[in-house]
């Protein structure tokens, strides 16, 4: 778990990633833990969301943006358009609990018979139920669409020219590489048709009815991964801005409503933080590190049989150490990566391989050590509720023991750091109850600061929850308003 010699680096931590305002306890503990043996390697960027999360921050300044209310997209959007996203299936997960307040927005869309069109390679489930037109692109193709829908607003003189020059950097640079000036290629409509496998006249017909009404675009994940990912997304943006419609009621993108129920208005109340995975006292590895202490995630079975290797990662460089202990917990990497029989191959590398989960995972049973952990059922806890919308804080009051062998993932890293000779620093001297009022009470001098009150909590965990409001500026959010 510490570095032991040049190109012999510590452990690698790696787990299921995410996308949303804390890290899980899970992975926090085991952080906490391996930070206070010396350090170890991070996986960072998720499965999830690798490739927008790493382009929108150098576009739109983060890699998350907050979406435009729901409130908002029913009383102004005249245009919903559904890019790679299928919300009423992907709405239903949320890392924290949910209220799964998406759905009743999704059903007053439908009452309210605002025109939606499904740009999707599959008939979705969310555009059968609204009825909504289905346009299906070959897969990977979305730039080349988005490029023959820009030219074509460029040919026609529809670009908003006052809001690219005012509200946008290096428009000129790509309308000349839109006409062809950059690389004698213009990505007209039929260019893009050849391409993707929508007709021109279709490509032309959505870019004019979505320029003269006002226009939401959804898009989802799944098509930034792939290789070079990063582009739809960003394209995505390029043509909302060529539209002219960012900042405005009901128009522009958004790329989280087909996740976490993204869009819904934000409560107004204290954000509940979890455990810390670093420590003050953590110490501090006087042995040599050989290599980079942090990888993509997505790169960590060329990191196990490349020791050495030089990569281009998010404009540095990143050295692949050599890994000799693997610790995986909360996720199945041998159902995320994408080339199963490489990993299969890459994870007989290191000397040893832990994993702590809930079930018997395909990873799990690739493991030299598994650590059993307790279901959200077996063992108290606390979460927020809504990732984006921020609705309240839940008691997960355990409602059975733990089952067999397995232990709450608290006890399971307390009892390593036991015997790491770390306990007392783990655990501040709390139990898991201990850090549950601790976590509370925090989330309680925020709500003071901010003017929220909440109960006791003797009270709150009796009651199970709590909730708190929503105002009427969230009610009416609009993303990019003031910009």
Not at 88 to 96: C, P, S, Y
Not at 238 to 260: E, F
């Amino acid at each position: 778990m510490t570095t032991t010699a040049p190109l012999r680096s510590s452990a690698v931590h790696t787990a299921g990633c995410r996308r949303a305002r804390s890290t899980p306890p899970l992975i926090n503990l085991q952080q906490r833990l391996l930070n206070l043996c010396g350090g170890f390697i991070q996986c960072i960027n998720s499965y999830s969301t690798a490739a927008i999360s790493r382009i929108l921050p150098y576009v739109v300044g983060t890699g998350d943006p907050r979406s435009t209310s729901w409130e908002m997209v029913l009383n102004h959007s005249e245009r919903v358009i559904l890019w790679g996203a299928d919300p009423l299936v992907t709405n239903d997960i949320d890392w924290l609990t949910t209220l799964h307040n998406g759905a009743g927005y999704f059903r007053a869309l439908k009452a309210k018979g605002t025109k939606t069109i499904s740009i999707n390679p599959i008939a979705t489930d969310t555009a059968e139920y609204l009825g909504s037109e289905w346009i299906a692109p070959r897969p990977g193709t979305d730039c080349a669409m988005m490029l023959g829908m820009i030219h074509e607003l460029v040919r026609t003189k529809k670009t908003d020219e006052a809001f690219l020059a005012k509200c946008t950097y290096g428009w000129p640079e790509l309308r000349d590489y839109v006409m062809g000036k950059t690389d004698g290629i213009e990505k007209t409509p039929a260019w893009a048709a050849q391409e993707c496998g929508v007709p021109a006249e279709k490509i032309v017909e959505l870019v004019h009815d979505m320029q003269s009404h006002r226009t939401m675009i959804m898009m989802g994940w799944g098509i930034q991964r792939i290789q070079y990912g990063e582009q739809s997304h960003w394209m995505g943006f390029a043509l909302a801005a060529a539209l002219g419609q960012i900042g405005l009621p009901g128009g522009g993108i958004g790329t989280n409503y087909a996740y976490s129920n993204g869009g819904t208005p934000m409560a107004y109340g204290p954000f509940l933080g979890g455990i810390s995975s670093s420590v003050k006292s953590a110490k501090v590895s006087t042995l040599p590190w050989k290599g980079s202490k942090v990888i993509p995630v997505a790169r960590f079975a060329d990191c196990f049989v490349n020791p050495g290797k030089v990569i281009d990662f998010n404009g540095t460089k990143v050295t692949y150490p050599e890994v000799r202990l693997v610790m995986w917990a909360g996720g199945n990497p041998f159902a995320h990566q994408p080339d199963t029989m490489n990993l299969e191959r890459a994870w007989k590398k290191p000397e040893t391989v832990i994993v702590t989960d809930t079930v018997w995972t395909a990873t799990a049973r690739h493991a030299d050590i598994v650590l059993p952990a307790a279901t959200a059922f077996e063992h108290a806890d606390i979460t927020n509720i809504g990732t984006y919308s921020n609705d309240g804080i839940v008691a997960m009051q355990q409602a059975i023991e733990p089952q067999w062998e397995s232990k709450s993932d608290y006890w399971i890293f307390s009892q390593l750091a036991e015997r790491l000779g770390c306990r007392e620093a783990f655990t501040e001297g709390l139990d898991e109850m201990g850090w549950i009022r601790r976590l509370y009470g925090d989330a309680q001098k925020m709500g003071e600061r901010i003017g929220v009150k909440l109960p006791n909590f003797e009270d709150f965990w009796k009651k199970g929850y709590v909730l708190f409001d929503v105002r009427e500026k969230d009610r009416k959010f609009v993303a990019f308003e003031d910009f």
